[in-house]
């Protein structure tokens, strides 16, 4: 039997560990006993005989559905609650081909608490790529605040591809041998994109048919198979990160199924090479300096009254000369992994970390670093890899080591310090030689609801002016509410981002424009 190592990707090593803390903080509701039971589910008008017996079956385009039952069991973590369901949707591995293959998709239904003032269906994308929806929907009360779960239905799923759904395999060996992400010569350039050709061809082989169809376009479109067989006629949404390329995707394929839908830390799916490496240079650049300011003001600082900004750039040239080392390791530090190491803690503002790291590099101390690289245990054959999801909706062509170093450039001049974007650097590096099959476009939405974006003034993943450009594509049906603080993922920061979201989802109210939120307490 072939043994298998799960990795995670938007998010780097720990971070994902620090959210799922910051929430429980948060939210300290009690669990309540639900008593109404999802084991039956509903029924819906069009069901063809495969659906009924679950193998599927296309419907009227029109629908843009899938017939297909759900089959609720008691989920495995939570095998006494009543108000929690797990189950599986067998969907078409092509939509384009929805009589060809199909792969079971993995979700998890946790019902409204309050049954009478329920009013619908809320999915819930996490993002990644690669983040578990079933382990959202298991861990709710630390996800979303306890009107919304009084209200909704709370539904997710585990993203084609990735976890329990038919999950991406490479080989471990091979993933272990991944050459560094920041080519400094021609040829070590050409040999990432050789590299990265072996890979895809390998997680094919590994995974199948499904590997080519994984992009968020796909996902979209799985998602309204599952409204269908809810018997749903619209979804309401709350999606982060990654997760909000799916609701792009979804409100254009599916206007009039949209009752509402926010996106917290919202990517603009327009933006081409150039300015995914400037913007995300330039906001990485930005939290380094709210770093600095707090440093200044704040004398529990590892580095108060020192001189950050220079003690960083030294740094930086023993990276270059190749003396930075890591004493927890002996490895040679490059200028990628130290901004790298850096930009984990902007997630969080976890600065006090940050500050401790940096003193302990600038000692040649031992310092806990993450790394850029994907985590594999070698003493398994597979890897489960979400990062292909990312090379299948990003267009992001560099055809040249000239050019390569050209991006490079026109990140260090809006990045004088950090010098890039690390996650943009990384997932560049990662899709050298691929060709999207979901590319970026500026939206084109018909739907009449009004849609909400949530973004930080100064997030690490998802750069504020990419939500200014994602509101102006929507025109007049977008609000903006501005999380005026550091981090990635605002819902859940203050009590003024909360009731912004908790009221738009519940009772659909709009912002007023200009609406924002202080920052919290660093």
Known sequence: MLTTKRTTSWHPSGVDRRRRRLLRSLWTVLAVLVTLSLTAPPSFAGASPAAADGNGSAVDDATGGWAGRIDWQACPERPDDPGTR??????PVDWARPGGATFPLALARRAATDPAARIGVLVFNPGGPGLSGVDTVLTAPSQLGPDVLRRF??????????VRSAPVRCSSALLARHPSLTPTNAAEFEGLRAYNSQLRDDCRAHSGPLFDHIDSASVARDTDAIRAALGERQLSFYQWSYGTLIGQSYAELFPDRVRALVMDSVMDHSQGVGRFFRSGAASNEALFHEFVTWCERTPSCALHGRDVPALFDRLMRRADAGTLVDASTGATLTWFELGFATF?????ATWADLATMLLALERGEPASLASPMVPVDTSQELTEYALPAFCQDWSLPVDSFADWNR??????AAAPHLRASPLTVRFAAICLGWTAVNPQHRLRLETRAPLLVLNGR???????DGALRVVDQLGRRGALVTYQGSGHASY??????????ERYLIERAVPPAGASCPAAPA
């Open 86 to 91: 797990c189950g599986t949707l067998r969907l």
């Open 153 to 162: 239905d709370l539904v997710s799923f585990d993203p084609r591809g990735t």
């Open 344 to 348: 984990v803690n902007f997630f969080d």
């Open 407 to 412: 991006y490079l450039e026109l990140s260090r």
């Open 458 to 464: 100064y997030d690490p993943a998802t750069p504020y």
């Open 492 to 501: 859940p920061r203050t009590a003024c981002t909360r009731t912004y979201v």
